[in-house]
């Protein structure tokens, strides 16, 4: 039985307990190879502090891609919450943060009843394109793309945006609440499409969630009610304190505080559905998640807990 770790420090987690939480791909072929990313990263990592260790290399050690790479501290803190000792109390402690004690939908006066007494995680969930965009787009292709040649392999292709790969996403079986989550460390959010050059990743987001996708392979994500999922930006905390330093902090407040913003970026979408998704839209930090399970990110150091 397969008991070790990847790494202590920075994926304090057995290769199968990861692996069990990757959102399954219908014909992604193996399911194990979808941990290369990791495993490759780990190596880099490993091979750069053997490195360092040479006496002529001595000096300040530079930052390395592993320490900003999104996939490791979004599996990480989650996997920190969801594998923890209380993982249904961890989550309403982070939800609490971003959106307030009482969930931004009808049904539910708490969290806690929200989420159920078994939520599950899936990373890197694939969730289709909404065919409504993808008819909106055909429609108006030409304001969307910036050359002829662009606009004649548009006209040409049968899809013109492919799956949303959702960083994470915690959904509850038994209620079909869902957080989907939208991570970043150091990146801002993509401003466009391959044949949108308006579509940013922010309201792209968004959109996949107000469809339901019954034919995804893992139940949980087929049940996912659309009227209630929530998005949630996960960022440092320097950011949302700043949030005029990143583009998905003017899209955040611009969505939340404006919601016809964010129906004028989803004109296919009906305004009261686009409306109700604004105010679904919440903003939580890495420091939150430290703050609610100290530990979590064990490379950080944040005083404070819940």
């Not at 320490?67 to 309403?92: I, N, Q, S, Y």
């Not at 009482?102 to 049904?107: L, S, W």
């Not at 940013?200 to 034919?215: M, W, Y």
Request: glycine letters at 6%; hydrophobic letters at 40%.
């Amino acid at each position: 039985m397969e008991t070790s770790v990847m790494h202590p420090t920075y994926l304090p987690f057995s290769e199968a307990q990861v692996l069990a939480r990757l959102a399954t791909v219908t014909g992604g072929g193996d399911p194990a190879a979808r941990l290369d990313h990791y495993r490759q990263q780990l190596a880099a990592f490993e091979e750069a502090e053997a490195l360092r260790r040479v006496p002529r290399q001595r000096g300040p050690r530079p930052e390395l891609p592993i320490e900003r790479d999104e996939r490791f501290w979004t599996t990480t803190a989650l996997l920190g919450l969801l594998e923890g000792p209380d993982p249904v109390a961890d989550l309403v402690a982070l939800l609490t943060r971003a959106y307030g004690p009482v969930p931004p939908f009808a049904g539910f006066a708490s969290w806690s009843d929200a989420l159920g007494t078994a939520p599950e995680l899936y990373l890197e969930a694939h969730l289709p394109s909404p065919a409504s965009y993808q008819q909106h787009l055909r429609v108006e292709l030409r304001r969307h793309v910036l050359s002829w040649a662009q606009y004649q392999r548009g006209r040409e292709t049968t899809r013109l945006e492919g799956t949303t790969t959702a960083d994470a996403v915690v959904v509850s079986p038994s209620t079909g609440v869902a957080v989907v989550v939208a991570a970043k460390v150091l990146s801002d959010v993509a401003a466009h499409g391959a044949f949108d050059v308006v579509r940013n990743q922010l309201a792209r987001v968004v959109d996949v969630t107000l469809d339901r996708h019954p034919n995804l392979a893992e139940p949980a994500l087929r049940d996912r009610r659309p009227d209630r999922t929530c998005v949630l930006l996960l960022t440092p905390e320097v950011f949302r304190d700043d949030p005029t330093s990143r583009l998905y902090g003017h899209l955040h407040t611009a969505y939340t505080t404006r919601p016809e913003t964010l129906a004028k970026h989803l004109p296919h979408r009906p305004g009261p559905v686009v409306r109700a998704a604004a105010s679904r839209l919440g903003w939580a930090t890495w420091e939150d998640v430290e703050r609610v399970r100290p530990g979590c990110l064990p490379w950080r150091a944040v005083p404070g807990a819940r």
